[in-house]
């Protein structure tokens, strides 16, 4: 029997986003359904081997630090080791970069099954993301130096954001970058700078598993007055490596200023080391002066700019993640439900204690509980391979259908990042509840699930920010252009499921769903008050992730009725039993949340500290 | 200034429920509003001291065996002597017993300090209800000899009820109970029964507190052919001490069989030792034959009769330690968001980076993050007090009114447990995200709360249990007659507030509210279907919970108003303004959670376990 994420996955990728028909474009020519699968084939096998086997060790064998470096249990070592071999870092790459030229939307459920196994052994995104930026922005040299190196898995990469004072305000960040030398613009590497600063939140900051760390940091470069400029205008961006190296990529023996300050020892995500680092502090002072060295990517004052362009991908990514916990626990809890035998069903012979207990599945709220998942994570897992196919629009698509691809993009990131992040927690509670007592203990999987998971609403921007995001810049940007393609998106799955009887009521429901979202964007921005407006983003921001989460479902339904002679009975009517649920159960909700925008309800934002 | 949690209490014992007038009644007369305050006084400072600087202690220290004894860290045992010292292990008993006659609404109001400075260390409920138990249906002698030590603190006391294959399933419960020699109804002590069984999540089931542990005990007495009876029927009650004891109390010297087999490792509320007990296996012999030996309490076949007495108050309970985890976090998050800076506000000047950033509580998410958190655990600790106070009526009402508050403590005890337990733990998350990453580390103490708190949809009866309670046995029992006197309580609430121009809008609200639910009650029913009724228990119970809370709500708000004059302006506005985000963000919820029950929807009911 084929494993229900790997079934999940082919229904996806093929029945639905028909991924195959990417082999027609120039850059995916070489792949087929043959090399997809064998690409899914591997990756479900290190997963099954590497990751799968070693998820509680790094839970309770947490990263700790020795005073001179940080110990890593040996399956971390080998479970990275594993994947760096497979080639999957480089997967999307070009040839030449070594890469497979594989679809971002086949990596991306390639990559799933290590998010499933283990998520937090399986962090690589913020290397591929690193990499990406500089792919993107870096000079020739810089890309072959550096970027090369992490494809290739040779180094790891980080993201050097947040700062103690400054987590989720980046316009405040105080890190500075001076000029390092009259000549510090005539390095090979790129024009060179000494920063001192605090960076916060830094995964996979200090580790020992690769020769070296490529740290791309933002940083201010002061003025001719010495002072920082304001503002997210002053921000630019360096690659700040751990050790220095020559434009052959080999490794100077001179170790950079960039040194740990602390280890943060969080609730969950355990295998991942996160860290204080500390640049320039002159713990390792370099060359005779003080400050880390690094080298400028792109021009000054553009440093969010091009660190953005790895934000996106990174919150898909973080969506990605956040479902395939909600998936670990719903395919744990399913599977406990169906062999834990308790209690019998209502009615007729239920109260019968002389017959045997029956498996839990056999009871209405242990299905409602199991559906309740399926509903969420599914449909989650479908929102987000459906975002990762837009990725590969917007690289290899049609001019018009790219800039389409683009725009829509814009507006679903956000519900991307925070829908799963929201609700395939809640699954995770739900799989613990079905566990009974035996969930409250660490002698099952689902309580971790629930830890590792209470982070995704978190990292990668806030709820709160996806939320201002969303309302406050992806649906009014360009006169509403995003929402109003995301309408037209929608009204062409309304149509076709307008056709089938089984549907029409589905539709009936998520066409006014949209009606109520189009009419509550309008309102909310009635009086052009920002501060009202915005005063229940997140309520905003939850009701919008419904109505495409309804619409994912009813699309996904669409295409079950058109492979349904192909696909097995049960797996189909399971899908349009979660897709009933979400309709029936989960989409009535909006209304709640869409009422207090509607109306800029100021309730919240109108009391003031004493009052609490 | 008056710590938070005080000034609560303080409102809702006083201004709300008029605690003082009690002292009106013979059981209360000694006591006065000063009597009551020298209690919470001396809880708080009990708790400040011996409780709250240790609850990341009990956390990490975990508790041990080391094949010999329990091995708790110290600021347990000082906890827990100082807790008995106190005298609040029979706070609520007669003064014979060595108690102080104090109302049950005052003893639950001072045991709130425990459970907000540490869940885990204070749980001393089960010790109270095992000993208000014996005293409710053991004998004369059995009173004397094992409640009375543990009202005096010299022993502990045990609840042992599930077993590793029965666990919400009461009736399959397999520990044998068999008559112990011929005399075996002659021992002053009781009928003296072997027991032989395995019990399972017996919380402080073993450690070195105290010089002896009282177990109460479930098990099956065989009939005649020596099968066990089927069903709830067959199962009686036991006390089985861990060391045996004579007449006077005092221990003879003679360990009983009942031995540790295993410590449970749990998510959190890691300060209670949670174990799995061997009765009868063999390990501590004890004269001459097989079995642990324990005495009847109560007659044949009443076992679960006797102790639902202690599980409706430990269902109380259990709803007030989720409150008191909600508002620790809440209190820590509030603290967090007060001094943290972080940000500008939205609008006018809100992107000008050369202001200061503000503190976290200038942010409008962050306000409704703290305004629902607020909303939710002031609200359930209303809840819990009422009920609290109803308990009282029903001791010292008189016999109407007992009987009134008895009834509608039968209807309301499902929500005072479920409604905290699933509310609170979402405000334990909202604390969490307002610290952002911090509050994801375990150097801030709300991801604590937030995993203690999990607990409590578990134990005591899980959510889908006390949804099955509510909606197929307590608002259908005696013709609805319970359902019948909440409209009637709520409808003096709902007359009361139409004369309030500020909260007739409210009022409305909540009288649509309650027609919904009764509509619903009679459409799930329609059809007599047991399963048809049951088959959305959980989103009945959830409605029903809003409702109940959106009741408590107005019913404050016109205790507000009424106290006005005398309370602080600040705090005033501060409870309309938790009470306006009630009905304006919360109660609307409910219409979703109905519609599935009213329609008897079978979709989850329906999905067979090949479908998921």
């Given amino acids: 029997m084929t494993p229900p ?22 850059r995916f020519a070489d792949h087929s359904r043959e090399t997809f699968d064998a690409v899914l084939d591997t990756c479900e096998r290190i997963a099954r081997e590497k990751y ?21 249990p040996q399956c971390t070592h080998d479970a990275r080791q594993a994947y760096a071999e497979s080639g999957m870092l480089s997967a999307a790459q070009d040839y030449e970069l070594g890469g497979m030229q594989l679809p971002y939307v ?46 290739n898995g040779r ?18 960040i105080a890190t500075r970058a001076v000029s390092d030398g009259e000549d510090f613009e005539r390095d090979p590497l790129g024009p060179r700078y000494r920063l001192q600063g605090n960076k916060m939140w830094i995964s996979a900051g200090e580790h020992e598993m690769t020769e070296n760390i490529v740290h791309l940091v933002l940083a201010k470069i002061p003025g001719p007055d010495g002072r920082l400029v304001p503002g997210v205008k002053g921000i630019s ?63 000054p004052g553009e440093g969010l700019k091009c660190m953005f362009h790895m934000m996106n991908e990174a919150r898909i990514a973080i969506g990605m993640a956040a479902t395939m916990l909600g998936l670990a626990g719903y395919y744990a809890s ?8 308790q209690g019998r069903p209502i009615g007729a012979g239920g109260k019968d204690t002389t017959q045997p207990q029956v498996p839990l599945i056999e009871h209405a709220d242990v299905k409602r509980m199991l559906l309740a998942q399926k509903s969420y994570c599914e449909g989650a897992l479908a929102l987000n391979l459906y975002c990762a196919r837009l990725v590969d629009e917007v690289r290899t698509g049609e001019p018009q259908a790219a800039a ?38 660490r002698d099952f999987p689902v309580e971790q699930y629930w830890r590792d998971n209470r982070l995704n609403m978190i990292h990668e921007g806030t709820h709160g920010i996806q939320a201002m995001d969303l309302l406050g810049r992806k649906v009014v940007m360009q006169g509403g252009a995003g929402l109003a393609l995301l309408a037209r998106a929608m009204g062409r799955t309304l ?80 899908r349009m039993g979660a897709a009933r649920y979400f309709y029936h159960y989960e989409l009535p909700r909006i209304g709640a949340w869409l009422a207090v925008v509607a109306r800029r309800d100021m309730t919240c934002a109108d009391m003031s500290a004493s009052m609490f």
């Fill in 5 to 26: 994420l790997r079934s999940a996955l082919d229904f996806l990728l093929h029945d639905w986003l028909h991924a195959e028909s990417l082999t027609a474009r120039e």
């Fill in 52 to 72: 799968a086997p070693f998820n509680r060790t790094v839970d309770t064998e947490e990263p700790r630090f020795d005073g001179e470096r940080v110990i890593l």
């Fill in 106 to 151: 086949v990596e991306s459920a390639a990559n799933a099954f290590f998010g499933v196994a283990s998520i937090s052994i399986s962090s690589s995104l913020l290397t591929t993301g690193n990499a990406n930026a500089i792919l993107a922005h870096g000079t020739a040299l810089q890309q072959q130096v550096f970027a090369a190196n992490e494809f």
């Fill in 155 to 172: 180094w790891t990469g980080t993201m050097c954001l947040s700062e103690p004072q400054a987590g989720s305000s980046l316009s405040d």
């Fill in 237 to 299: 961006l360096f690659i700040v490596p751990k050790h220095l190296v020559d434009t052959e990529g080999r490794l100077t023996g001179e170790r950079n200023d960039v040194a740990l300050a602390g280890l943060n020892h969080k609730l969950g995500w355990r295998g991942t080391t996160n860290t204080l680092l500390n640049f320039g502090e002159g713990r390792y002072p370099v060359r005779g002066s003080a400050g880390a060295i690094g080298y400028r990517v792109g021009q």
């Fill in 334 to 341: 399913l599977d406990y439900a169906k062999t834990r035998l």
């Fill in 404 to 441: 389409e691809a683009r725009l829509l993009l814009e507006v679903l990131t956000p519900i991307a990042k925070s829908w799963p992040s929201e609700n395939c927690l809640e699954a995770n509670s739900l799989a613990i509840q079905i566990h009974g007592g035996y969930g409250y203990t």
């Fill in 495 to 574: 149509d076709e499921a307008r056709g089938h009887a089984q549907l029409a009521g589905w539709a009936d429901q998520l066409a006014q769903a949209l009606q109520d979202v189009e009419a509550t964007t309008r309102a909310a921005w009635a009086t052009g008050d920002a501060q009202q407006a915005l005063a229940n983003a997140v309520p905003y921001l939850q009701a919008f992730g419904h109505m495409v989460l309804a619409w994912t479902w009813l699309d996904v339904a669409l295409a079950v009725l058109r492979s349904d002679t192909t696909l097995s009975i049960a797996a189909s009517q399971g």
